[in-house]
């Protein structure tokens, strides 16, 4: 019997991608239907809607924890290279010296 309108006709089977449940769907109605019913079809954009969204957020999370650990690093680089500065002068220019021309 036709999911969609009801009739005994020759039909498309299909499985259900949400519950799984076999249905038949004829010829005339079938358009790609993943879905026995209109409540999974419901159910299952909700899910991808509540997923599609996790996704984003943990992307959103990830780029904030990505540049927090950027900035961090950079923090920490320019705190080195202070010190470096203060302590170390014209011995660190020295070395660079050296090792360009050995
Ligand atoms: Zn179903
Ligand atoms: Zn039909």
């Known amino acids: 019997m036709c999911a969609v ?13 949400w519950c799984g449940a076999a249905f038949g769907i004829c010829r005339s109605c079938y358009r790609g239907h993943a879905y026995c019913k209109d ?3 419901a159910e299952a ?6 997923r599609a969204n996790r996704g984003y957020l ?3 999370l990830e780029k904030e924890r990505r540049r927090d650990a950027a900035m ?3 923090a920490y ?4 290279r202070k010190r470096f500065g203060q302590s170390l ?3 660190f220019v020295v070395v660079i010296v050296e090792r360009r021309y050995s």
């Open 72 to 74: 961090r690093a950079l």
């Open 77 to 80: 680089r320019q705190r080195r």
């Open 58 to 60: 943990d992307g959103l």
């Open 89 to 91: 002068n014209g011995r």
């Open 39 to 41: 409540e999974c079809r």
């Open 45 to 50: 954009r909700r899910e991808q809607c509540v």
């Open 5 to 17: 309108h009801g009739d005994y006709v020759e039909l498309v089977g299909r499985h259900c991608k």
